[in-house]
């Protein structure tokens, strides 16, 4: 397992934790970035809309922001 993949784990960990509603529906938004930092990013392969996308990066910044 690459640190990558060892990061977008534990996130996907994170939120089974604090927030499984959005695990279930969300999961495959979720991504590694790979330009800059790195982190998390969203993708929008499940057609979802500015709103849920905005939410998704909020969940995300929160993780890093605890």
Known sequence: MTDLQKQLNDFLNWLKLNHPEILDKYEGNFDISFTGE?????????????????????????????
């Open 38 to 66: 790195g982190g998390i990013s969203v993708n929008e392969n499940n057609k979802i809309s500015r709103d849920e996308y905005e939410m998704l990066l909020k969940i995300a910044n929160k993780y890093y922001q605890p």
